[in-house]
């Protein structure tokens, strides 16, 4: 914790005030004010100059030669050898599919049923981020790599147990000539990088890819990646913070071959766990943790808890390494704290019927336990962990309905934050004088 955020608190029930953000951490919310109307030849002209208008192209790629183009690579303006496509495994969803879901994609091709066209963006000349259907193109080059053999087809169960290069040779030959489409949102879409990402956002959520949609945070990866971004995926992964959220430790080797077989061997708090990380929900708990430090300064509150997370990471990707430094800390010693306070309840409402782990309860538990006042009393309250238990329980058993996930407006962020500080303050009251 630095000098800079310990300032301006004045007891542990008092919200970190906004003074005691970090040096370089300060976001504005703030709407621009309501501009008038456009009248139709301002709009006809705004048209004609293409103010706001996505540029693309489309490609066609023959099957036989993706693995090829996905090993490519070019060299950058720095020397430096990138691949031509890139393919990040964190870019967008986390679910992996199953050798019976990759064959089926392999057996529309076979029938020549029509497959969703991949979606890149140009991210340099001539060099492309696969932003929708890395799944498919992962699934194509494993085949023609012959890692995995077709299995659980419906049409062609034959082939059950076949790997590309021991296809018959006619069956070989006819999904050689099959080709997969793509749309490119080229480069001249944009002249900033804001109206890049604006534009990206767009196309992402009114793109229609096979029918499954994309979780905001699944979008905000996509398309809001930066130094920020790349934090809280990586702390997404913390331990404790696994513990809390019911969420394996290792949650790709908990996922198994097929999505059936995983619900039916996993308790429902496991299910559920598996769930937020396949949407990387767990990714946006973290963001929310850093974004909720200026909730005062947004003054919808959690009804757009979406734009709020957008502007917040968008801005936060081009804060400082120190700030990002910080927040990692802050993080995880916070996290440390109330794991060995409160262990795995500590998101609950601590009541025997209500157990499940909820955002209403995350958020200001998490920003009170990191402010400057209690931050100096956690060895003792973990040491005296019962008279906080015993605060928390009656706090929540006095304010139910403030706590049930239906009152999300700025006034009521505000007071949950209050009733848990109060909580904490009467719990560090009753700790052992020294």
């Known amino acids: 914790m630095t000098k800079k955020q310990s300032k301006g608190a004045t007891g542990p029930a008092a919200a970190p005030a906004a003074d005691a953000l970090l040096?370089?951490?300060?976001?504005?919310?703030?709407?621009?004010?309501?501009?008038?109307?456009?009248?139709?030849?301002?709009?006809?002209?705004?048209?004609?100059?293409?103010?706001?208008?996505?540029?693309?192209e489309q490609a066609r790629y023959p099957l036989a030669g993706i693995l090829q183009m996905l090993q490519e690579t070019k060299q950058d303006g720095s020397g430096k050898s990138a691949p031509r496509y890139m393919l990040d495994p964190d870019y967008q969803r986390r679910h992996r599919w199953s050798d019976t879901r990759k064959s089926r994609l392999i057996e529309s091709f076979l029938l020549n049923v029509p497959v969703p066209p991949v979606f890149l963006y140009e991210r340099d000349l001539a060099r492309f981020e696969v932003m929708d259907g890395r799944q498919r193109l992962t699934a194509l080059s494993d085949f023609y790599a012959d890692k995995f053999a077709l299995t659980g087809l419906e049409y062609w169960p034959d082939l059950d147990g076949r790997r590309y290069s021991t296809l018959p040779t006619k069956v070989r030959d006819g999904i050689d000539r099959r080709y997969i489409s793509s749309i490119i949102l080229l480069q001249e879409t944009a002249s900033t990088?804001?109206?890049?990402?604006?534009?990206?956002?767009?196309?992402?959520?009114?793109l229609n890819s096979g029918g499954v949609k994309l979780s905001s945070q699944e979008t905000r990866n996509a398309i809001y990646s930066g130094p920020l971004n790349t934090l809280c995926l990586e702390l997404s992964a913390n331990t404790s913070f696994r513990r809390l959220w019911g969420i394996p430790l290792d949650p790709y080797a908990a996922e198994g071959n097929s999505d059936e077989d995983t619900e039916e061997t996993m308790d429902e708090a496991t299910v559920a766990g598996m769930r937020m990380f396949q949407k990387m929900e767990d990714v946006e708990l973290v963001l929310r943790f850093f974004a909720y430090r200026q909730i005062?300064?947004?003054?919808a509150g959690l009804n757009k808890i979406s734009e709020f997370l957008d502007l917040f990471l968008m801005r936060g990707n081009?804060?400082?390494?120190?700030?990002?430094?910080?927040?990692r800390a802050m993080?995880?010693?916070?996290?440390?704290?109330?794991?060995?306070?409160?262990?795995?309840?500590?998101?609950?409402?601590?009541?025997?019927?209500?157990?499940?782990?909820?955002?209403?309860?995350?958020?200001?538990?998490?920003?009170?336990?990191?402010?400057?006042?209690?931050?100096?009393?956690?060895?003792a309250l973990i040491a005296n962990k019962?008279?906080?238990?015993?605060?928390?329980?009656?706090?929540?058993?006095?304010?139910?309905?403030?706590?049930?996930?239906?009152r999300t407006n700025f006034a009521d962020t505000q007071q949950r934050n209050a009733k848990i500080g109060e909580a904490f303050a009467e719990a560090i009251a009753k700790l052992p004088k020294n």
Request: glycine share 6%; no cysteine; net charge negative.
């Open 296 to 299: 005062r300064e947004f003054k």
């Open 386 to 406: 019962g008279v906080l238990r015993e605060e928390l329980n009656k706090m929540y058993a006095a304010n139910g309905d403030l706590f049930s996930g239906r």
């Open 318 to 327: 081009r804060f400082p390494v120190n700030v990002l430094d910080e927040y």
């Open 331 to 379: 993080f995880e010693s916070t996290i440390a704290f109330l794991w060995d306070a409160m262990g795995a309840e500590a998101f609950t409402l601590l009541n025997a019927g209500k157990r499940r782990a909820t955002k209403i309860v995350f958020d200001p538990l998490m920003y009170v336990a990191n402010s400057p006042a209690v931050v100096h009393h956690r060895a």
């Open 23 to 56: 040096d370089g951490e300060r976001v504005s919310f703030e709407a621009d004010g309501a501009a008038p109307k456009a009248t139709d030849e301002e709009l006809n002209s705004r048209y004609v100059k293409g103010d706001i208008r996505i540029v693309t």
């Open 193 to 206: 990088e804001e109206q890049a990402a604006m534009l990206k956002k767009l196309v992402f959520e009114r």
